[in-house]
C-alpha cells in the first residue's frame, strides 16, 4: 500500500476536486508537484475553505520538521478536525505540542504547523493506509456537509 493508492482511493470520491499544481501553471511554483482535494463538484476551486487533505512533496517555508526535501519522502495532510485529532493522537490540538520525531515515516502525527486546526499528518503511509483511507473519507463527508450548509450543491451533484 502506498501513497499512489491513496490518491487513486481519494480521486474516486463523489465530488472531489482535485489541485494538482505543475510547472507552467498559474500556481505558484512552491506548490508544483503536490495534491489539493475540495469537495468540489461543480470543478471549481471553492471561494471559501481550505482543501480537505493536502499530499506535499517538499519543506515549505515554516514547515520543515518532516524533512520532505529528501527524495522520496511525501506526506499526507488530512483534516480530521478537533476531536478525532485527540483520540488519534492522545493530544488537545491547542496544547503546546509534545517532543517527538516528525521525520518518522508511517505514523500518524500531529500536523506539525496546522494542529491546533485539528489537523493529522502521516509521511510514506504504508501501514497506515487503510487508517488513512478511512479518515480521507471522513474529511471528504465532512467538506461535503460544509458545503451544503454553505448551500452548496447536494450530494452527487455535478457542476
Not at 86 to 98: C, S, V
Request: glycine content about 10%; overall charge neutral; hydrophobic content about 35%.
Amino acid at each position: 500500500m502506498s501513497m499512489d493508492l491513496l490518491l487513486r482511493t481519494i480521486r474516486t470520491f463523489d465530488g472531489v476536486l482535485e489541485l494538482a499544481p505543475r510547472e507552467g501553471d498559474a500556481y505558484p511554483e512552491i506548490a508544483w508537484g503536490d495534491h489539493f482535494f475540495y469537495y468540489a463538484p461543480s470543478g471549481e476551486v471553492p471561494q471559501h475553505g481550505q482543501p480537505y487533505a493536502t499530499v506535499v512533496t517538499k519543506n515549505y517555508p515554516g514547515d520543515t520538521l518532516c524533512g520532505l526535501d529528501h527524495p522520496g519522502r511525501r506526506r499526507l495532510n488530512i483534516h480530521v478536525g478537533r476531536a478525532a485529532f485527540a483520540d488519534l493522537t492522545g493530544e488537545d490540538p491547542r496544547a503546546d505540542p509534545a517532543p517527538r520525531d516528525y521525520t518518522a515515516t508511517d505514523v500518524v502525527l500531529p500536523h506539525p504547523v496546522h494542529r491546533a486546526g485539528g489537523w493529522i499528518a502521516i509521511t510514506n503511509p504504508a501501514a497506515t493506509t487503510p487508517l488513512a483511507s478511512r479518515l480521507l473519507l471522513e474529511a471528504h463527508g465532512k467538506a461535503r456537509a460544509r458545503a451544503q450548509r454553505r448551500g452548496g450543491p447536494a450530494p452527487g451533484a455535478r457542476g
